[in-house]
T-cell receptor, first 113, second 111 residues
Framework: GEDVEQSLFLSVREGDSSVINCTYT??????LYWYKQEPGAGLQLLTY?????DMKQDQRLTVLLNKKDKHLSLRIADTQTGDSAIYFC?????????????FGTGTRLTIIP | EAQVTQNPRYLITVTGKKLTVTCSQN?????MSWYRQDPGLGLRQIYY???????DKGDVPEGYKVSRKEKRNFPLILESPSPNQTSLYFC??????????FGPGTRLTVT
């Protein structure tokens, strides 16, 4: 079955880069996602990567996928106070990539001024 | 504005009293899902729907029902709520590429 794991907490100084890591177990994953949840709000899709890609960059966000090790990471460059949130990685294994997502437990990112 | 709406946002109820949480999306998405979020467990899928009249169980379907009579609506029904269903519930709809858009959440407390 699917299992997605993340560390629970990460603290980073403002202006530094944040790297949030995730491991998954299902090698048939088709899409992998990163979501952001701010306090009291729903989940916001940040970015996603197709399983045949190694890297995707979108402004301050860089996603790296190591399919051999089943490891996904999200790097946030020049971390700002507005980046404080819980970050969830998620995998999808369906052919269409959208019927079911399996989420990690979330990593709470705290920014140190 | 493209969005997923849920109602109510907050609900306190008693054990055994049937309730429905509504979910509506205006993006013409075929796919919709319900999740519950619990501390330390992340989000777990309850039910999902791939189209009108097509629904299937997620990871934690026990104690819940859903229906999909129209494309835009996907209500979650708790026929006989119990305290272990106290949670934060999210509805989501998604594109074919798997980009899921989440509602604002419904915080349910069952006493």
């Amino acid at each position: 079955g699917e299992d997605v794991e993340q560390s629970l907490f990460l603290s980073v100084r403002e202006g530094d880069s944040s790297v949030i890591n995730c491991t998954y177990t299902d090698s048939s994953s088709t899409y992998l996602y990163w979501y952001k949840q701010e306090p009291g709000a729903g989940l916001q899709l940040l970015t996603y990567i197709f399983s045949n890609m190694d890297m995707k960059q979108d402004q301050r966000l860089t996603v790296l996928l190591n399919k051999k090790d089943k490891h996904l990471s999200l790097r946030i460059a020049d971390t700002q106070t507005g980046d404080s949130a819980i970050y969830f990685c998620a995998e999808s294994i369906s052919n269409f990539g959208n019927e079911k997502l399996t989420f990690g437990t979330g990593t709470r990112l705290t920014i140190i001024p | 504005e493209a969005q997923v709406t849920q109602n109510p946002r907050y609900l306190i109820t008693v054990t055994g009293k049937k309730l429905t949480v509504t979910c509506s999306q205006n993006m013409n998405h075929e796919y919709m899902s319900w999740y519950r979020q619990d501390p330390g467990l992340g989000l777990r899928q309850i039910y999902y729907s791939m189209n009108v009249e097509v629904t299937d169980k997620g990871d934690v379907p026990e104690g819940y029902k859903v229906s999909r009579k129209e494309k835009r609506n996907f209500p979650l029904i708790l026929e006989s709520p119990s305290p272990n269903q106290t949670s934060l519930y999210f509805c989501a709809s998604s594109t074919r590429r798997g980009e899921q858009y989440f509602g604002p959440g419904t915080r349910l407390t069952v006493t």
